[in-house]
């Protein structure tokens, strides 16, 4: 990192503080003028946009997802773990994607997804909501793939 008024590229770290949005700021002095700086790295969000279905946009909220996982799993042997792992796959695989923006379904395609993996039942719970299941024999359907694969 150059020093900002002579230009020098060597400098030492004095302090150094992480702030709660993942971020580092580190305070510096230069070697050569000894004058003191800081600088800030911060972590670039490479996770696209979700597209609302009203069409508007709002940040990948991870939070937000595993609330609505943990309803799904309530009562279920999933731990706490398991679903911070699926969460944290489910934005890896969002990252992989390289677009900016994506719809929600992408998002709610991948819960599924791994759901279906970790516990039929919370599955079943989410896909009842997620697609909309609202007749019986849709979700008998939707079982009835589950337990003939
Ligand atoms: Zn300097």
């Known amino acids: 990192m150059r020093c900002p008024y002579c230009n020098h590229d060597q400098s030492k770290v004095i302090d150094t503080s992480h702030d709660n949005r993942g971020g580092i ?9 000894h004058q003191r700086f800081s600088t800030y790295e911060r972590p670039i969000l490479a ?3 979700i597209i ?4 508007t946009r ?3 909220n991870r939070d937000k997802l595993v609330r609505g996982i943990r309803i799904a799993c309530a ?5 706490a773990a398991d679903i911070d792992r699926l969460v944290g796959e489910i934005e890896a695989s969002l990252q992989k994607m390289g677009r900016a923006e994506v719809s929600t379904r ?3 395609d991948l819960v599924i997804k791994g759901l279906k993996d970790l516990d039929h039942v919370a599955y079943i719970r989410y896909a009842i909501v997620y697609l909309r ?7 008998q359907k939707e079982i009835n793939n589950i337990l003939e694969s």
């Open 25 to 33: 700021r580190r305070r510096r002095e230069c070697e050569n003028c």
């Open 133 to 139: 299941l609202d007749d019986l024999q849709a979700i």
């Open 52 to 55: 609302k279905q009203d069409g």
């Open 106 to 108: 992408v998002v709610g």
């Open 47 to 49: 996770t696209p946009l």
């Open 75 to 79: 009562k279920r042997p999933v731990s």
């Open 58 to 60: 709002e940040e990948f």
